[in-house]
């Protein structure tokens, strides 16, 4: 015959585990669940970057300026490379500035390294890094028209 205390434990035991699987199943569904739920909002994320990704990649087509601002690509600036750029277009300074919206002082002193422009500056600067003689000269003769007449006035 059976020792009753070792009836007891086994009785103890098999109740324990019963109630530790009633306690366990629910939690383990809800993780399973979760785990479901999870890796659903993964592939919905990779899709949405999917399709921010292309709708960039058209829209850089048109503009890449507002491409590289909406990448939040930083603009670098280098003096030398302005230099190299209004001696490209054949520009003066003042020619250069009237393009750019600003003096002719600011223009050296950005070549020269003592200032440096700011974000809108940088944008504009970009956009006319794209730019030829011919399309250079089209633009000035434009500016000078639109100012002429104010003078005038």
């Not at 015959?1 to 070792?6: D, E, F, S």
């Not at 009633?22 to 669940?33: F, G, I, L, N, Y």
């Not at 230099?83 to 500035?97: E, P």
């Not at 002082?105 to 974000?119: D, G, L, M, V």
């Amino acid at each position: 015959m059976p020792n009753i205390a070792t009836a007891l434990r086994d009785e103890v035991t098999r109740l324990s585990r019963r109630e530790v699987r009633s306690q366990v199943d629910p939690a383990r569904k809800a993780v399973a669940q979760h785990r479901r739920d999870i890796a659903a909002l993964k592939r919905q994320v990779a899709a949405l970057e999917r399709l921010v990704a292309q709708l960039t990649r058209k829209v850089s087509g048109a503009r890449p300026e507002a491409a590289a601002e909406a990448a939040g690509t930083p603009r670098r600036f280098s003096a030398k490379g302005l230099q190299s750029q209004r001696s490209r277009l054949a520009l003066s300074a003042g020619d250069f500035g009237r393009l750019m919206g600003v003096s002719a002082q600011t223009i050296y002193s950005w070549e020269r390294a003592t200032a440096h422009p700011r974000k809108e500056q940088l944008a504009k600067l970009a956009a006319l890094r794209g730019i030829g003689k011919r399309e250079a000269t089209k633009r000035l003769q434009q500016a000078s028209a639109g100012t002429s007449p104010s003078r005038k006035a």
